[in-house]
């Protein structure tokens, strides 16, 4: 009982934001689902019409429907960037086998002799087409635009991880700080907009089907003299379809004078991505866009590259590297002069004074497990490491500055290594999964789950300052914004980043509260 009154405390407290996002979720599953519908029918008549091309268009449909969902998207980034754009063709390509398949199924499927009929009383192939074989076909037609409709809701969810928006924002975020019901808010309506969408579908369907037509759910198209009242509901539901449209091309278009600001995947990340983007509208003119939540270094880093994000804020380590591929050095001074100059001539990516705390990473464990080894140190750890189970996140167990690097400096031989990624990790520790995870030194479920942090005694991790990016086309167009990333230059400390998150990933607040509560209470924007 307390858990179902903890989800609707949160629903009725973040409606606003849940609303935003189910319309943004709506309108790329509306977009995406019509241009399949606008591909996959006429495609399903071609290879009607020309045979030789059934097998090979079929086969790679199902290729394609056979990729996973983030590969497909990870291969799209680099070639179209992020945003909309990539999620909408991920949902086309994965829509496109139930929609081809079904229209040439039903097309194939009528009786020869009806259409040896047909051309015995005159009809031309696009009039057979037209009359005979589309309506006989549409109920599995519309079968097949029905499964892809609602399979589109669910995969558009997926859509957070390139700064897409829609409900998956949520589902990500409850991830990454272990809130359940921050989950549950993305999910469950994401789950009733899937019925919604079944529903209008299946209610299309039968307005636009021939009279004692047998429909895909088995119900008889019954005959009725009043057309024009029975064609009014579909055009009502067409008319809101395109209004749906329109609205998400209007949607997905960048204004001018728009400045993106994105950010990383986890809760720190969120709080400064927020903290960039209310300071710039605080001190400019310009229109802000918030492109948050989106995947690891590679997704954010490629879209400030290409121009598809303007700025956000990145680890002077990571950008050594994970960017640059620098040998690890761990003078936190020494870091920040190489990364700079080398950021500006190789990217063209501008990199401003250090917001003044140290993110680096950290390996921690339960305070049980600390006692019952002995841990106070990664050395003591990897002593027993051949008996316990370490669970990174996927991004830290292949960076070199992560476990490939950390392995060789101690003896780590851990029994295996499950990786884990986001907050789930934290979960997998709590359960007794794992014995060890990596964690980020101003996290704050480290404080949260009460874990000791062991002391990295041979000073492997490289310093992580955070340091504002900027896109050099948008300083050369926007100088200004100089002055304001700036204005962030040491207000920082750990200490305080430490508090910031915990108040995200522990007290629930909202990141985009927490970020404009520090800029009030800093002074930096007014009440």
Partial sequence: MNTIQSFFTYFASNTDQIGTLLLEHLQLTVFAVSLAVLLGVPLGILILRMPRLAKPVL?????????????????????????????????????????????????????????????????????????????????????????????????????????????????????????????????????????????????????????????????MKKKTRRSKKVAKPAIVIATAFALLLGGSIYAFTREDDTIVVGS???????????????????????????????GGTQVAFSALRTGEIDTYVEYTGTLSVDVLNQEVDNDPDAVYASVKPQIEDRFDVHTFDPIGFNNTYAIAVKQEDAERYNLETISDLADVSNELVFGPTIEFSNREDGYLGLKETYPLQFKD???????????????????????????????????????????????????????GDTLKEHPELEGVLNLLSGRITDEVMQELNYLADVEKQRPEKVARDFLVREGLIAE
């Fill in 59 to 219: 086969g790679l449909t199902s290729v394609v429907q056979a990729v996973p969902s983030l590969a497909l998207l990870g291969f799209l980034i680099p070639f179209i960037g992020i945003g909309s754009t990539p999620a909408i063709i991920m949902v086309v390509l994965y829509s496109l086998l139930p929609i081809v398949k079904n229209t040439y199924t039903g097309l194939s499927s009528i009786p020869g002799d009806t259409l040896e009929s047909a051309k015995g009383i005159g009809l031309t192939d696009r009039q057979i087409l037209s009359k005979i074989q589309l309506p006989l076909a549409l109920p599995i037609i519309m079968a097949g635009i029905r499964i892809s409709a609602v399979t589109a809701v669910g995969l558009m969810t997926i859509s957070a991880f390139v700064g897409a928006g829609g409900l998956g924002y949520l589902v990500f975020a409850g991830i990454q700080t272990v809130d359940n019901n921050q989950i549950l808010a993305g999910a469950i309506p994401a789950g009733l907009l899937a019925l919604l969408i079944d529903f209008v579908v299946s209610r299309i369907e039968y307005k636009v089907a021939p009279n004692g037509i047998v429909l895909a759910d088995g119900r």
């Fill in 264 to 294: 990383k995947n986890f809760t720190e990340q969120l709080i400064l991505g927020n903290i960039v983007a209310d300071l710039i509208e605080e001190e400019t003119d310009l229109n802000v866009k918030r492109q948050l939540n989106l």
């Fill in 417 to 471: 290594v499950k990786p884990v990624d986001g907050g789930l990790r934290y979960t997998a520790l709590m359960n007794g999964e794992s014995q060890a995870i990596d964690g980020f030194s101003t996290d704050g479920l480290l404080k949260r789950f009460e874990l000791v942090v062991l002391e990295d005694d041979k000073q492997f991790f490289p310093p992580y300052y955070a340091v504002p990016l900027l896109n």
